[in-house]
């Protein structure tokens, strides 16, 4: 087999018959092309012109010209006949020349789009026109030969698909994880160990009612010296309109309370010229925060300024936009009356004694969403909107000003793990991709390309990511006041050896058993991830797990992680459940002995296992007693060794 390079010239022939030419658009379907779903029933045609229309059959490639370099160009597979735009580009392969299917993945492909990309023409709107498209070139085999690469390729797009959905599973689960965190800081459960801590920072004269009424003195005082205008009161609380408890301390209030300033930006047309003053508009709120990506500007003499330059802190808000985005807020932190904003945000200034970084956390959060704007977006024309009357009736939890500091160190915190691992997930996306592209240009090329997921699962064996999941679940299932770590690490080892989960674990001799030092690394990212905190009790030096806002995440984690092992697992756990510490200690030493002299070829006997048992620490001896027993329930429960994995020593 040999590969060689061919300009597209070569391989296809245009196809352009108008349908005046063939008797009429009668009875023909108007046809369009989606990157997504390739040919499809077009919505916008011009059907009063359709005998201007091009024919498109089987056999027929079609692309926009100006759309075709994000990937939009389909080829017709069924035996049908319909009508097609006539600013759209049609061919069809030559004879013997090269596999439809297999032109069109890499016409999809990233060396595709980059070729297409540079030979469009144009400067503002590219167009690939059918000569252009001729240039392209591309490496391909004998054609008796393409029809196993198609294959091969199919094959591991199959793959590739598979974990691009578990990829985008696991960042919806991030996603949700943020939302976690943040219910747990409005509600106060965040920071239980502050006010623990710190009483004489919540209660008196430091409480959030306190505060509520240190506020209103001063914006009275504000409006008596001239620097407020007098507004409308707001209407007091309700119990029915209190979405959900706070800790004693906090306040209900509205956001009209605690804000002294509420304003529409401008409506000022903006440009591309970036010598005047940046314009933040809907687009440059992100996930909570402000992006100076994509900006226009304004001139400085436009009427709404200096009155609507931004100042450290503002918390603009979108007031009009689509229903999902709707409602997103982020916090300027720049240098004052340099940039201003558009008339779709809102600009809410606080007074000094409110962190305005808490509040923003609320308005981004589900609680605050579900109760508080949804209920009151008014959808017009295809777009949501969210006026500033009922922004200042938002009601909101308000902790003392020490304790909103403390949520808003504690989300920062949490939140960076989150960006760590939705970091690492979209590593992993583009990795995903990289590798389906190098299949097929391997492939092309006669190079032996490896099966995309033999490269991604070759990591599994030793993801500890994967092993903190189980040990989660584990400590989700077994958590009581007798659970710890001690506990925990035995179940962990008899669940990665009786199910021989390959995590190159590192065993030990350890006077309570087994013991892999990656367990600190484990109840690291355990707290990272904000599942458990493990703690040692002051009494007995017990290591012992609390759980964090996170932990509802774990069993779909689970569910996900070990699908294939879930039965397994399930047994071994209803099998231990109500086991004691000191039980799963006799158990796994037990077993690692007795692992131990299978896979050393070594005589297997109760006498021997119990000789073992008793020298792998001299503090064993307490449980003489209860080593038969101990293996005689082994045995009844079927948690018999095979041999798996390696020597345990010290």
Not at 119 to 129: F, K, S
Not at 141 to 148: A, S
Not at 189 to 209: M, Y
Not at 450 to 466: D, F, G, H, Y
Request: glycine share 6%.
């Amino acid at each position: 087999m040999s590969s060689r390079i061919y300009k597209l010239k070569e391989l296809v022939e245009s196809f352009s018959v108008r349908a005046k030419d063939l008797g009429g658009s009668e009875n023909l379907p108007f046809l369009g092309v989606s990157n997504e779903k390739g040919i499809t029933e077009s919505k916008y045609a011009a059907e009063e012109k359709g005998d201007d229309y091009k024919i498109i059959e089987k056999g027929c490639f079609a692309y926009n010209p100006y759309r075709i370099n994000v990937g939009s160009i389909a080829y017709v597979e069924e035996d049908i006949k319909g009508l097609i735009s006539p600013a759209y580009v049609l061919f069809k392969v030559k004879p013997n020349k090269v596999l439809p299917q297999l032109l069109l993945t890499f016409l999809k492909s990233s060396e595709g789009l980059s070729q297409i990309k540079q030979h469009a023409r144009g400067t503002v709107r590219q167009a690939l026109r059918f000569e252009d498209l001729c240039r392209i070139e591309v490496t391909l085999p004998d054609y008796d030969k393409q029809t196993e690469i198609i294959d091969r390729y199919k094959k591991n797009q199959l793959q590739s698909d598979s974990l691009s959905t578990e990829l985008t599973h696991q960042l919806d689960l991030v996603r949700q994880l943020r939302q976690s965190f943040l219910r747990e800081a409005m509600q106060g459960k965040l920071t239980a160990d502050f006010r623990s801590a710190h009483p004489e920072l919540i209660e008196g004269e430091n409480s959030a009612q306190a505060l509520l009424e240190k506020i209103k003195a001063e914006k009275k005082q504000l409006i008596k010296d001239g620097k407020l205008k007098k507004e409308k009161e707001l209407a007091p609380i309700g119990e029915d309109e209190i979405p959900f408890e706070i800790p004693e301390g906090w306040a209900w209030c509205r956001l009209g309370e605690i804000a002294y300033n509420i304003e529409y930006g401008t409506s000022e047309k903006a440009d591309l010229n970036s010598v005047n003053i940046p314009v933040l508009r809907m687009n440059n709120i992100q996930n909570g925060k402000i992006v100076l990506d994509n900006l226009k500007y304004v001139k400085d003499t436009i009427k709404d300024l200096p009155r609507l330059y931004l100042f450290n802190n503002d918390l603009l808000f979108n007031r009009t936009n689509s229903w999902e985005l709707v409602g997103k807020s982020g916090v300027y932190k720049g240098q004052n009356s340099v940039m201003t904003f558009a008339s779709y945000l809102i600009r809410i200034q606080f007074i000094e004694q409110i962190s305005v970084d808490f509040i923003n956390s609320y308005i981004n959060s589900s609680f605050c969403r579900e109760s508080q704007l949804e209920p009151h977006i008014i959808q017009q024309n295809g777009q949501a909107n969210f006026n500033g009357t009922k922004l200042k009736n938002i009601i909101s939890p308000l902790p003392p000003l020490s304790e909103q500091q403390a949520i808003v160190s504690k989300l920062d915190e949490l939140m960076r793990t989150c960006d760590e691992l939705e970091a690492s997930i979209r590593a992993s996306q583009q990795q995903n991709e990289m590798l389906l592209q190098q299949v097929l240009r391997e492939a092309l090329e006669e190079k032996k390309a490896e099966p995309v997921l033999q490269t991604v699962s070759a990591t599994r064996k030793s993801n500890i990511s994967e092993r903190t999941i189980l040990a989660a679940y584990l400590i989700r299932r077994f958590n009581s006041d007798g659970f710890g770590r001690v506990m925990m690490m035995k179940l962990l080892f008899l669940v990665e050896y009786i199910c021989q989960i390959d995590f190159e674990s590192k065993y030990v001799v350890n006077v309570a058993g087994p013991y892999d030092e990656l367990i600190l690394e484990i109840e690291s990212k355990l707290r990272r991830y904000g599942i458990y905190d493990a703690r040692k009790n002051k009494i007995d030096n017990h290591v012992r797990y609390h759980e964090m806002m996170g932990v509802a995440t774990v069993d779909e984690l689970f569910e996900e992680k070990f699908s294939g092992e879930k039965e397994q697992i399930e047994s071994i756990i209803s099998t231990f459940k109500k086991a004691k510490w000191e039980q799963c200690e006799i158990v796994a030493t037990l077993y690692a002995v007795w692992n131990n002299r299978i896979i050393k070829g070594q005589i297997i006997n109760d006498l021997a296992l119990k000789q073992d048992f008793l020298n792998w620490d001299p503090r064993k001896q307490k449980y003489t007693d209860r080593l038969d027993s101990a293996l005689d329930w082994m045995r009844g429960n079927n948690i018999i060794p095979a041999g798996w994995g390696s020597v345990i020593e010290k």
